[in-house]
């Protein structure tokens, strides 16, 4: 017998999913092996510590299958029994507008799926009720999840990883630092995709800024999720891509600049670090601004603009990079002491 005849035809998974874990990724691969077309419902509640739609997000970034649909449930919805007196119609009700009419199996790994099923006449599948291949819960990483990475599901990290971009001008050891503030801290680090786009074209063209917007957001993105112990380092983001733009094509700049400020509001990081100009300029292919007098109007740009959109940022006083490491992780440790 065919193992497709055997399979159910439209299956259905709920759940909070808040965050994605290595549990929720074992179920869903399981409920794949089992039906034809899945539907994941995510849950909507009150007081969630993250949306209904990043965690549709999530979900579907981590199946990009053409038979999965995910869905974010668009009411509050009650979390037992005892929230309201109709809570077994109101999910059912749910449940029945969200899926195929021929809805026939319910899978999950906790005793209500049982109970729903009965609810919607249909079949059921429990998957790791013991939690023998998971065994930690949502809420207990929900409180600690640095401690509980290695469970998070990959795309989940984002959520909870902190973006620290280094900012200044060229040739003051922005990617030497980003480098070695990785290596501190166990996690990766985000190369600039300037230099890839203007190396590759031989030179800086408007439509070079154009590779360099999008090539960089699609950058820090896809790399997140590789992040490890909630850190993330940046060599330039798209602030410092728009402070380029306005010295190397003032003419253009007033006409782009809200595009850019839109860009960079949707991808800021959650602190920059900006680099002084006490480290000699050394020439490459890619850099065109050895005067003090430049180099000057890039510290001030910088300066000016994290001041002015209120993004939180250091100021490096040292120079040496060993120093500087020392420099932010000090200051790193203030701020998780509330000092």
Known sequence: MEKESLMYKNA???GKFMPLHKGHIHMVEFAKGVC???????????GQSLSTQQRVDVIKKTFPDS?????????????????????WNIWRSEIVKNTPKDLDVIIGAMDYIKDLSRVLSINFLMIDKQRSFMPISAT????????????L??????????KITIVGGESTGKTTLAKNLADFYETIWVPEYARTAIEEDEGCSLETFNKILIGQESLMESMTQHAENGL???DTDLLATKIWFKKMFPNDYLKESKNMKELILKTKSDLYILTNNK?????DEVRFYPKKEDRDWFEKEFEDILMKNNFPYLKLKTHSLSDRVLE???????LKNGK
């Open 36 to 46: 034809e077309n899945l539907t994941i419902l995510v849950d909507c509640l009150d």
């Open 279 to 283: 480290v000699d300029w050394k020439s």
């Open 67 to 87: 038979h999965i649909k995910v869905k974010g449930l668009k009411k509050e919805m009650p979390q037992s029994p005892d929230d309201h007196v109709d809570f």
């Open 232 to 234: 993330i380092f940046n």
């Open 140 to 151: 207990e990483i929900r409180k600690d999840p640095i401690s509980n990475w290695k469970y």
């Open 153 to 162: 599901a990959p795309h989940s990290r984002s959520l909870f990883t902190k």
């Open 328 to 334: 932010v992780d000090n200051y790193l440790k203030g």
């Open 12 to 14: 259905v998974i709920i």
